[in-house]
């Protein structure tokens, strides 16, 4: 592992750090904000996945999050959105290829050699994260458009790692829209089982017990073609499962958006991490 960078801020310190992902097969970044308090103790961590064409560094340079993560002492890890590097196979599109790894395996050519980001986020990143970082083992996630897809679908799957799952303009149905579609189609081929393993409205069921919290922009130039939450939350009430749903009124799909609730979204988090039985 090497450190890229180190700054403080709000008592904390925001870091960005690289490794050789064994899974993703690259070199890859990723970035962790330590409270102040991760000097002396351990402390529950929020993972934050981004969304189309972002890097680790959007959501720390515009989320505005580091004051709410010290005020609630939770640790914040921010990885990148794909694999990286000269031999990772990419496409023109933005939408496609790298910055756009959609948080699952891929099982076709020529994406399947690096595009494992589910079992990096799953897996891999907090296996390191433990190795190296002050955490508790107490886990939640959140996200932003195609991160909000993942951090619903991980969740969703892994319902006994994570505490809490929130998200930001997520992808909610991408077997249903486009964006998803697309990526679905080139990542995993025909085979459409296997598509809905990576689809928030097909995983939710009557099982899920876990605290959701969905902010949606009613300006969002994306709603009603890309993310379509009236198919997650139907879903959800057909299964009597919980979500908290926000439309805010003149929010758009940028981290302008997620600045004014980021801190809402902590909050959250932190009372699920905090109140988890399985804290010791
Ligand atoms: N570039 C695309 C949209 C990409 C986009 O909106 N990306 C969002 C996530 S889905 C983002 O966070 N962009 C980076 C940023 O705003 O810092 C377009 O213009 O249609």
């Not at 403080?8 to 050789?20: A, C, L, M, S």
């Not at 000097?39 to 929020?46: G, I």
């Not at 959140?142 to 505490?163: F, V």
């Not at 876990?210 to 009430?237: M, N, V, Y």
Request: charged share 20%; aromatic share 12%.
């Amino acid at each position: 592992m090497k450190q890229l960078e180190n700054v403080r801020t709000f008592g904390g310190e925001q870091q960005v750090w690289q490794h050789q992902s064994a899974t993703l097969n690259c070199t890859m970044n990723f970035a962790i904000f330590l409270p102040e308090q991760a000097k002396t103790e351990k402390l529950p961590v929020l993972y934050w996945l981004s969304g189309l064409t972002c890097t680790e560094q959007n959501f720390i340079t515009k989320a505005g999050a580091q004051r709410y993560a010290a005020q609630h002492k939770v640790i914040i890890v921010a990885p990148d959105t794909s694999p990286r590097g000269d031999d990772v196979a990419d496409n023109e599109s933005y939408d496609l290829g790298k910055g756009a790894g959609f948080y699952l395996n891929a099982t076709q050519q020529p994406w399947a050699k690096h595009y494992q980001m589910y079992d990096y986020i799953v897996n891999e990143l907090p296996v390191l994260i433990a190795e190296h970082f002050p955490v508790n083992g107490k886990q939640a996630i959140s996200g932003h458009s195609m991160g909000g897809h993942g951090a619903l679908t991980i969740a969703l799957k892994n319902p006994q790692r994570y505490s809490s799952v929130s998200a930001f303009a997520p992808i909610v149905a991408p077997t249903q829209v486009p964006w998803g579609q697309k990526a679905f189609q080139h990542y995993l081929g025909d085979n459409q089982t296997q598509w809905t393993q990576y689809d928030a409205t097909a995983l939710v069921n009557a099982e899920t017990r876990l605290p959701i919290r969905i902010d949606q922009g009613d300006k969002d130039s994306f709603l009603t073609e890309q993310l379509r939450p009236e198919l997650f939350l139907d879903a959800c009430r057909a299964h009597h499962v919980a979500c908290e749903y926000y439309l805010r009124q003149g929010y758009d799909h940028s981290y302008y958006f997620i600045a004014t609730f980021i801190g809402e979204h902590i909050a959250f988090h932190a009372k699920a991490l905090y109140q988890d039985p399985r804290t010791a």
